[in-house]
């Protein structure tokens, strides 16, 4: 089946501006997971859902970060008043299930959304 | 503060060559996982470790998890130019209920 998928590939906003970005997991994986990767780092673990609720928001970055998940499948990460330190890709992932946040067998990744804020 | 420390950060080698790349911290990790990320692409697993001082191969690769499951190794006999990619490590802790990822070592191996 397919894999995840993340949309837009690429978005240029200006600051100030919201955005959203949007994640598909696989079929079947109750556990979804956001992350951020600025340029040469690794990456920065955001939020999780199990189902449709995160248990820990305290990941996000600031109150202008927020993520919700409906129907226990499509993601969304909204981002408020964009500011240029929000530039970086974010990542989706998914997997099977987890425990107490950690992941149950093995995440698959999207491909990512670059987010740049001019 | 990374939790994770991967060294190098960069590696540049020639096909042929064997290195190893290092994933350490302060902190024990519940599990230890090593990803390969190509460009414009998101991560992908390449092994799991739970146990100290275990050890596992995949093909070309091996992989070692520290006794006290606070640092492991990834080591690539004869690298070809596939294996270039950045390497990932990230590990669970139990404590930050989180998972954390190192800021990956960059390599390039040419032909």
């Known amino acids: 089946g397919a894999g995840v998928s993340q949309s837009p590939s690429n978005k240029v906003t200006e600051k100030g501006k919201d955005v959203e970005l949007r994640c598909d997991p696989i079929s079947g994986h109750t556990a979804l997971y956001w992350y951020r990767q600025s340029l040469g780092q690794g990456l920065e673990f955001l939020i999780y859902?199990?189902?449709?609720?995160?248990?820990?928001k305290s990941g996000l970055p600031s109150d202008r970060f927020s993520a919700e998940r409906t129907g226990g499948s499509v993601s969304t990460l909204t981002i408020q008043r964009t500011q240029q330190e929000d530039s970086a890709v974010y990542l989706c992932?998914?997997?099977?299930?987890?425990?107490?946040?950690?992941?149950?067998?093995?995440?698959?990744f999207g491909p990512g959304t670059r987010l740049t804020v001019t | 503060t990374q939790l994770l420390e991967q060294s190098p950060q960069f590696l540049s080698i020639q096909e042929g060559e064997n290195l190893t790349v290092y994933c350490n911290s302060s902190?024990?990790?519940?599990?230890l996982q090593w990803y390969r990320q190509e460009p414009g692409e998101g991560p992908v697993l390449l092994v799991t470790v739970v146990t100290g001082g275990e050890v596992k191969k995949l093909k070309r690769l091996t992989f070692q998890f520290g006794d006290a499951r606070k640092d492991s190794s990834l080591h690539i006999t004869a690298a070809q130019p596939g294996d270039t990619g950045l390497y990932l490590c990230a590990g669970w802790f139990p404590n930050n209920n989180d998972m954390r990822f190192g800021a990956g070592t960059r390599l390039t191996v040419k032909p």
């Open positions: 859902f199990q189902g449709n609720s995160a248990p820990d």
């Open positions: 902190s024990v990790f519940s599990s």
């Open positions: 992932a998914s997997s099977l299930g987890l425990s107490s946040g950690r992941p149950l067998y093995e995440q698959y």
